[in-house]
């Protein structure tokens, strides 16, 4: 018996034999009923197409001014880059550091990650790094859900200060799409794509075994 045959339950540690599934099936745990996971292959399709989404929003959003700012009477529209370096100016690094992790750095690793995986998996294959990048993903998703609460500080501070005025153009409304689409893709579990992976041939490790072989 194989060790990628066997499962875990989150719930309670029963260790169990992995069935496979077939679409729209669910493997649980006998023991305490806990959901053990899902059959992905449909979810799959739909969660690669929100997170290249997502990612074309965010660049949007990204790339169209979202506040006016006011420095010495001279009035002028800037992106979300743009004001946090205004932020910076006015010796408020940490809230422009904070902002950036959670608004930017964090969405995009998360989003990159997730589209380093999701493609070659689609594509029948295991990517190279593939375990490191998952738990890399798990370690920033935290963060990168508070990105609304931060944009909201942002706007706060920036109002507080009274250096700038939202305008409500395509960059916000991209943000409030992304923030929608965001809600979608961390509603993935990317646990499943170790399952779906299980299924899959490792490139490296074949051509080793061929290697062995001849
Ligand atoms: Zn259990």
């Known amino acids: 018996m194989k060790r990628t045959d066997l499962i875990a339950c989150h719930e309670c540690d029963a260790l169990l034999h992995k069935p496979r599934l077939s679409k729209k099936m669910s493997a649980r745990c006998p023991r305490c009923g806990a959901t053990l996971y899902r059959s992905s292959s449909i979810h799959l399709e739909r969660i690669c197409a929100v997170t290249l989404g997502a990612l074309i929003t ?3 959003a990204q790339s169209f001014p979202i506040v006016e700012l006011e420095i010495n009477g001279i009035t002028s529209k800037t992106t979300l880059i743009g004001a946090l370096a205004a932020l910076w100016s006015e010796n408020m690094e940490i809230v422009a550091i904070v902002v950036f992790c959670s608004t ?3 969405p995009l690793t998360e989003l990159l990650a997730l589209l380093y995986v999701l493609i070659p998996i689609r594509a029948g294959f295991v990517p190279p790094g593939f375990n490191r990048v998952l738990r890399a993903i798990q370690f920033v998703r935290p963060w990168g859900m508070i990105e609304v609460l931060m944009l909201g500080i942002l706007i706060t501070v ?3 200060l009274s250096l700038a005025r939202v305008i409500p153009e395509a960059s916000l409304f991209a943000f409030g799409a992304l923030t929608l689409m965001f809600a979608v893709v961390v509603m993935f579990d990317p646990r499943t794509l170790w399952d779906i992976a299980d299924t899959l041939p490792r490139r490296r490790a074949l051509e080793q075994s061929a290697r ?3």
Do not use: A, G, Q
């Open 158 to 160: 920036v109002k507080m």
């Open 58 to 60: 965010f660049l949007i």
């Open 212 to 214: 062995h072989t001849s």
């Open 104 to 106: 930017i750095l964090f």
